[in-house]
């Protein structure tokens, strides 16, 4: 879907999320991005919690454009005092919580296991994982008396392809985020709460400004090669848009018999 092409008056009604209030972490670039435009697009507040100022005050004046309400909150998600104050702030300004998309990641170091520091280990679950803990543990106390949407972003990698060579922490970063999302599904029922993961392939955004390959990385890769491509569907990476759809869509009550559940989003890759 065309953001900026579509005004937002001509599909704030068409799906429910009208009003509601979404936190979306990692809003500033990529796949946040364009779920918290789309989301505004149709008539949710939405919360945008990112370290990059700059990209995400650039969100904030396209949501503004279209006559959305948006707040920026500069958050570290792997710090749980400032997702703290984070969402206090959201609540001081909105008075509730109703969608979480809880995406901030990073692909960290791409390196063999061996050589892998704990540090750099410690950096991509602390962000990836820990992240997400931090952002549905704080959001919850504020969604348990009418219900919501949580939606965490994990990956193919992790779940159903384990071919990235070097990615070993964010691969287990992304199959951790599934198990949680699994336990709080279950767990956050009685609240009626949803919880559902995305599983995206590759996608055009920005995540290689957060990806750092070692030297090392050449003594263990293996080679792979698809002469006619890795995407099937599209011959080439999704946009953060389509991830949009989806998110849109679990966050509406479309989906309303949906939760504890992981949907891959990736044109085919990860069945090669
Ligand atoms: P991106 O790099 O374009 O956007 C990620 C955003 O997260 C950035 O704005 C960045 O500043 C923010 N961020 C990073 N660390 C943060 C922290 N500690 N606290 C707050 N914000 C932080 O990347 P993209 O692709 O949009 O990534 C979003 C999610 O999608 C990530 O969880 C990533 O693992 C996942 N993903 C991406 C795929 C891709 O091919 N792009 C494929 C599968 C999953």
Known sequence: ???????????????????????????????????????????????LLDLNNNRSESVE????QFGGESLFVDTDVSDPERVQQAIQSIINRFGRVDIVFANAGINGTLSPIEDLTAEAWDHTLT???KGTFLTVKYTIPHMKQNGGSIII???????????????????????????????????????????????????????????????????????VNYPEGSQPLEHGPGQPEQVA???????????????GTEIFIDGVESLL
Not at 245 to 259: M, Q, R, W, Y
């Open 127 to 129: 962000t990836n994982l």
């Open 245 to 259: 759809d989806l998110v849109l869509f679990l966050a509406s009550p479309e989906s309303s018999h949906i939760s």
């Open 1 to 47: 879907m065309n953001i900026s092409a579509t005004n937002a008056s001509d599909v704030s009604n068409s799906r429910r999320v009208k009003d509601k209030v979404a936190v979306i972490t990692g809003a500033g670039s990529g796949i946040g991005r364009a779920a918290a435009l789309l989301l505004a697009q149709h008539g949710a507040k939405v919360c």
């Open 61 to 64: 004046q396209q949501v503004k």
């Open 153 to 223: 972003t994990s990956s193919i990698n992790g779940s159903r392809k384990f071919s990235g060579v070097g990615m070993s922490a964010y691969s287990t970063s992304k199959a951790g985020q599934i198990a949680f999302a699994k336990m709080a599904a279950l767990e956050l029922a009685r609240y009626k709460i949803r919880v559902n993961v995305i599983c995206p392939g590759a996608i055009q955004t920005n995540i290689n400004e957060n990806t750092q390959s070692t030297p090392q990385l050449e003594k263990i890769k293996i080679p």
